[in-house]
């Protein structure tokens, strides 16, 4: 059992509004441990991550020219993708949808993974 209002599970200030109430309401629907709010603040903190790289891609676009006039895509292409990876993750750790990870660890690589083309 934890107790929610205990320094350990306070939320950060520095996560968005929106992102503060949604933590607050999975804090209020569910009995989590304190290892679990930690990964609860990391996934909290990916989706501002992934808001605020989409704000900048939808103000500025996709890509930029650089010195040689030929299109790049902006850095925040890729901090939205790598933060929507984590995001996803975490929540699949945390298992807030009432299913648990399956039992089974996933398949090991194999010994050629990586070489193959």
Not at 4 to 22: C, E, G, I, Y
Not at 72 to 88: N, Q
């Amino acid at each position: 059992m934890s107790d929610k209002d205990s320094p350990a599970f306070r939320v950060p200030k520095h996560l968005r509004k929106p992102t503060q109430t949604w933590v607050k309401s999975v804090l209020k629907d569910f009995d989590l441990e304190e290892h679990h709010f930690k990964l609860l603040v990391l996934a909290a903190e990916s989706w501002d991550r992934v808001c605020a790289a989409r704000e900048i891609i939808d103000a500025q676009g996709m890509t930029y020219l650089d010195r040689f006039d030929q299109p790049k895509a902006r850095p925040e292409i890729a901090i939205e993708r790598d933060h929507k990876i984590v995001l996803a993750r975490l929540l699949r750790e945390i298992s807030l949808d009432g299913v648990d990870a399956p039992e089974a660890p996933r398949m090991a690589r194999t010994a050629d993974y990586g070489g193959r083309r």
